[in-house]
């Protein structure tokens, strides 16, 4: 299986290409601008592949920069549209988790990540050299509600984690993990049903009716 993982979630956007045997990587650090097709085909251009020899997609939907990815899921839904690919949806944070694994960072694991206003999402994981397990869930949180004792003793991670937590480790998430994953799993799904993760509730005010206009 060929496999095109997009992980444009943080400001180190990154596309990888995997098969059998083999892993070819672009990355791109404070990539908020990044030309995502420039790095697509340089990415394709070392693995020695065509766009049309792609056969799934693996989108890092977030959570993290809602235009990067954004723009990840609208690549992967054209390229749906056209080639018929196959998708998969994972989510960054767990992407996350897998790389402190693969550093040997061990015990209870906080993953980090920026959420705007002040505030962090935050999960917590058990990460052993065999595996990991999710011990509190994904949600929106301000530092000012973590003990002090949680912010000296548990391991932290993220994209940006010094912002907050200055002893924390700076993890990106990878488009070369992200498809180390990906190759794990068959739920694929249709680009019409993925989205970014995205905890807020969408809050917006509706325009008024137009004033009527005199001729």
Do not use: H
């Amino acid at each position: 299986m060929t496999i095109l993982a997009l992980e444009f979630s943080s400001s180190q956007r990154s596309v990888a290409v995997l098969r059998p045997g083999s892993v070819a990587e672009a990355i791109e650090t404070g990539g908020y601008g990044t030309n995502a097709f420039s790095l697509i085909e340089k990415t394709l251009t070392e693995s020695g592949l065509a766009r049309e020899q792609i056969e799934v997609i693996a989108i890092g939907l977030g959570p993290g920069s809602y235009t990067g990815i954004r723009v990840a899921l609208s690549i992967a839904q054209g390229w749906q549209l056209v080639r018929g690919v196959k998708l998969l949806g994972l989510s960054s944070a767990e992407c996350l988790v897998a790389q402190a694994q693969a550093e040997k960072i061990f015990g209870r694991v906080n993953v980090v990540i920026d959420a705007q206003r002040n505030e962090f999402y935050r999960a917590a994981y058990e990460i052993s050299p065999g595996g990991w397990r999710e011990i509190e869930p994904l949600r929106i949180m301000a530092l000012t509600v973590i003990s002090p004792g949680a912010i000296a003793n548990e391991i932290w991670v993220g994209p940006e984690v010094t912002r907050w937590l200055p002893k924390g480790k700076i993890l990106f998430p990878s488009a070369a993990t992200l498809g180390r994953l990906a190759a794990g799993r068959s739920d694929y799904a249709s680009g019409d049903t993925l989205a970014p993760i995205y905890l807020r509730e969408a809050n917006f005010i509706k325009a008024p009716p137009p004033n009527p206009v005199a001729f």
